[in-house]
């Protein structure tokens, strides 16, 4: 199975070129849909590789992609700026999920 990245910009996309994964650089709502659309109909591609500032920016649709299909995986991955998650998010995660303090 190939991994494919969905990407808000070159240097990630660069980077991810360099390690042998296909890809493709998108800024709009509709371009992310389509993409989201074409990787749906290759059978080949086991993982989805997306930027964080994209699923940010249109979590309705990376949501319905999600919960509609079981295949391809998606995962989000921090671009070169770093991830916009907090120092303790897994802990808080956690702490919201379960109720106990770690």
């Known amino acids: 199975m190939k991994m494919y990245l969905i990407s808000d910009n070159v240097d990630t996309y660069t980077g991810m070129r360099l390690a042998g994964v296909d890809g493709i650089v998108i800024h709009e709502r509709e371009e992310l849909r389509t993409a989201l659309e ?13 930027t964080e500032k994209l699923g940010r920016e249109f ?3 990376i949501d319905t992609f999600r919960l509609e299909r079981k ?20 802990t808080s995660y956690i702490t919201e999920a379960i109720g106990l303090k770690l």
Do not use: C, N, Q, S
């Open 38 to 50: 074409d990787v749906l109909a290759d059978k080949t591609v086991g993982i989805v590789l997306l």
């Open 59 to 61: 979590p309705d649709l």
């Open 71 to 90: 295949m391809p995986l998606l995962v989000e991955i921090p671009d070169r700026h770093g991830t916009g998650r907090k120092k303790d998010f897994i």
